[in-house]
């Protein structure tokens, strides 16, 4: 598991949490993929039947989801039989409602490997955008759907061998028959923007048929030709469903899986990876309408992950394993929580830095946060022992009830980063009025009023504890505990127990700090394990550097705004050993950026000098500073981590490159 998977995974839990925050009757399901060519292919490479492989990583996900406080109902797998039975069952009933066909196909064949190329068993050229794509899905390019035989130049994915066509019969759904239907269901459908418009575009576009079956052996073989497989995208979403089902069972109900999908008042949210939307909001309504199940009432699209402002790549050594990178370093798992739902919108791309995940624990978690929740527990403690005498401030209230809207709102927006911005300023209210009431010296001039003052902080941090319980469980029990309440489970509290007062004479147990600072020297180590695994994989086998990149196009080029600029200052950023603040003219103006050449040059090196920028680059911060373009430079071809800019001595700021 890595950090790419967890950007639906930890958002769809919180949402979860919150909705049982909000008296909902909630089951949360998911389940592993563990059909069609990707797990057909890994196995074949690691020479073990497919069954062997896919238990391998289902048991890794079932141990991880936990420590990661991620808890469903039920996740089972796309090859249970319960899966197997309901994928049969919604198959026979689109045949007997007239929406499977057979029709004679043309599909690839690689005469070097002898045998049929289904899916991603094919590269070739997207008919559409004209980059590389696999036989299934334009992967590289506009992420459109393609149909076997469509891919344009294929070639065999094993031996790079062109391809010739043969023909054979396959089935097909009637998808054409659904475009009115999935025009109106896009239009009233909940959920994101970027799910519907995506999906609505390519509805306007035209819709074809869908081929459903594979040349394959592995997969639920198709039941009127046994030579067949039922195409991975169809026995997929189908296991929400059966995962369902599983889950009915489980707790002694078999039939309590209808009150959700058949049709009814259950409602149906999905949280999904941008790059499935197609299959979320076409194929898959389309196929629950054609079977008389029930249709989603939310579809909620999350942006990517990137890798420090880099494309998630496992092959290039973008990537942050979640077990090598984290759990193992003993980070707690509820600050990446926090990280995953607080660092940026949820339709937006997620850019994963140490730097700017150490900022989000040390400023906002310690700094705000956790220094609110400890200076209350711990004054309250050692001025009374116990929750003192106290009646609830006016305002403090008012506040509370606000976040109770807020967070409310923010839930049925699927909107999580503002559950986390109303956490924060919940706690800023609570350190302003800590500070502003000095309790440290009305303890010395009236202790009863002091004792109120601090009544009323139990308040806020018990209030706090409740609202940050969704996004971090684990802190939010160790809060719970120190509050006193041994005998009470604080993930079974509700929104409105945020205004629920604590019992005065209730004793606070033994305060400290929830939220501990990411030491630097750990930062250092987790920043410098990426850095080794992105020189490792810019390393080709015979140990040279690999220079082969993918192509861009000329008016992708055009798009860079390189030009020369002046650097006019330069200072260290504080704490942070690799990194400098420069100031630098590039003829319209000075801009602010942060280098990490730290380590190459002094200020006295670079203050003064002109080099290339590229200073059309999305602002980031970095180090806590918001950087405005990025100095260009060359990595020495002897000397491994060392950096020379592009120096342009003599050549004015504000010089274009062409």
Same mark, same amino acid.
């Given at each position: 598991m890595h950090i790419g998977h967890l950007r639906t995974y930890v958002p769809a839990d919180v949402f979860v949490r919150l909705l049982r925050k909000m008296r909902v009757d909630v089951t949360f399901v998911c389940g592993s993929d563990t059909h069609g060519t990707p797990v057909l292919t890994s196995a074949e490479a690691a020479g073990v039947p497919p069954k062997e492989l896919y238990s391998k990583y289902h048991r890794h996900y079932l141990e991880t989801f936990p420590k990661l406080g991620i808890v469903f109902d039920n996740y089972g797998t796309t090859d249970d039989p319960e899966n197997v039975e309901r994928t049969l069952q919604i198959v026979g009933e689109l045949k007997k409602n007239g929406y499977i066909y057979p029709k004679q196909l043309e599909t690839p064949y690689c005469d070097h490997c002898k045998r049929s190329l289904p899916d991603r068993y094919v590269r070739g050229e997207c008919p559409y955008c004209h980059a590389d794509a696999r036989g299934d899905e334009c992967d590289q390019g506009c992420g459109r759907y393609l149909e076997p035989g469509e891919v344009l130049n294929p070639r065999c994915a094993i031996c790079g061998s062109p391809t010739r066509l043969i023909t054979k019969e396959h089935y097909y759904f009637k998808l054409t028959a659904f475009e009115d239907f999935l025009r109106d269901f896009l239009t009233k459908v909940d959920g994101t923007k970027n799910a519907k418009n995506y999906a609505m575009g390519w509805v306007n576009e035209g819709l074809r048929d869908w081929n459903i079956t594979r040349d394959l052996d592995w997969g639920i073989k198709y039941p009127d030709d046994p030579t067949l497989t039922i195409y991975v995208w169809?026995?997929?979403?189908?296991?929400?469903?059966?995962?369902?089902?599983?889950?009915?069972?489980?707790?002694?109900?078999?039939?309590?899986?209808?009150?959700?999908?058949?049709?009814?008042?259950?409602?149906?949210?999905?949280?999904?990876?941008?790059?499935?939307?197609?299959?979320?909001?076409?194929?898959?309504?389309?196929?629950?309408?054609?079977?008389?199940?029930?249709?989603?009432?939310?579809?909620?699209?999350?942006?990517?992950?990137?890798?420090?402002?880099?494309?998630?790549?496992?092959?290039?050594?973008?990537?942050?394993?979640?077990?090598?990178?984290?759990?193992?370093?003993?980070?707690?798992?509820?600050?990446?929580?926090?990280?995953?739902?607080?660092?940026?919108?949820?339709?937006?791309?997620?850019?994963?830095?140490?730097?700017?995940?150490?900022?989000?624990?040390?400023?906002?978690?310690?700094?705000?946060?956790?220094?609110?929740?400890?200076?209350?527990?711990?004054?309250?403690?050692?001025?009374?022992?116990?929750?003192?005498?106290?009646?609830?401030?006016?305002? !403090?209230?008012?506040? /509370?009830?606000?976040? $109770?809207?807020?967070? +409310?709102?923010?839930?049925?927006? *699927? @909107?999580?980063?503002?559950?986390?911005?109303?956490?924060?300023?919940?706690?800023?209210?609570?350190?302003?009025?800590?500070?502003?009431?000095?309790?440290?010296?009305?303890?010395?001039?009236?202790?009863?009023?002091?004792?109120?003052?601090?009544?009323?902080?139990?308040?806020?941090?018990?209030?706090?504890?409740? !609202?940050?319980?969704? /996004?971090?469980?684990? $802190?939010?029990?160790? +809060?719970?505990?120190?509050?006193? *309440? @041994?005998?009470?489970?604080?993930?079974?509290?509700?929104?409105?127990?945020?205004?629920?007062?604590?019992?005065?004479?209730?004793?606070?147990?033994?305060?400290?700090p929830v939220i501990s600072k990411i030491d630097d020297d750990l930062l250092n180590e987790l920043k410098a394990n990426i850095d080794a695994r992105i020189r490792a994989a810019e390393v080709s086998d015979r140990g040279e550097p690999t220079v082969s990149k993918e192509n861009i196009t000329f008016e992708e080029f055009k798009r860079l705004d390189l030009r020369a600029g002046k650097i006019v200052s330069c200072e260290k950023v504080p704490k942070k050993d690799r990194l400098l603040k420069i100031e630098v003219d590039i003829g319209t103006e000075v801009r602010t950026m942060v280098t990490g050449l730290a380590e190459m040059y002094s200020c006295d090196e670079l203050s003064g000098k002109t080099a290339l920028f590229l200073t059309n680059l999305e602002p980031k911060k970095i180090g806590g500073i918001e950087s405005h373009g990025m100095i260009l430079a060359v990595e020495h071809a002897n000397e491994k981590g060392k950096w020379i800019p592009v120096w342009l001595d003599g050549v004015p700021p504000g010089s274009k490159a062409a």
């Open positions: 169809v026995d997929a979403p189908i296991h929400y469903m059966s995962s369902t089902e599983q889950w009915a069972k489980k707790i002694g109900k078999p039939n309590e899986w209808e009150k959700f999908w058949k049709p009814g008042n259950g409602k149906l949210v999905h949280f999904i990876g941008q790059d499935i939307v197609y299959h979320h909001c076409i194929f898959w309504p389309a196929m629950l309408k054609g079977s008389g199940y029930n249709l989603p009432a939310a579809i909620v699209a999350s942006g990517m992950v990137k890798i420090r402002n880099h494309n998630f790549s496992r092959s290039r050594g973008y990537v942050v394993w979640i077990h090598d990178d984290y759990l193992d370093k003993g980070l707690n798992p509820d600050y990446l929580r926090y990280y995953m739902v607080s660092f940026t919108g949820h339709t937006r791309d997620l850019d994963f830095a140490f730097d700017a995940f150490a900022d989000k624990v040390n400023i906002e978690l310690v700094g705000t946060f956790g220094n609110f929740i400890y200076r209350a527990l711990h004054f309250t403690k050692k001025h009374f022992g116990v929750v003192p005498e106290g009646t609830i401030d006016p305002q !403090l209230e008012t506040e /509370i009830k606000r976040s $109770i809207e807020t967070v +409310i709102d923010a839930a049925n927006e *699927y @909107e999580l980063k503002k559950v986390c911005d109303e956490v924060l300023r919940l706690a800023s209210v609570g350190n302003e009025y800590f500070q502003s009431k000095a309790p440290w010296i009305l303890v010395k001039e009236d202790k009863a009023a002091a004792g109120n003052v601090l009544f009323n902080a139990i308040v806020l941090s018990r209030a706090l504890a409740i !609202l940050m319980d969704p /996004i971090m469980p684990n $802190i939010a029990e160790a +809060i719970w505990h120190q509050l006193g *309440y @041994e005998g009470s489970d604080i993930h079974n509290t509700v929104l409105d127990d945020m205004l629920t007062l604590p019992a005065i004479g209730t004793e606070i147990r033994d305060p400290r």
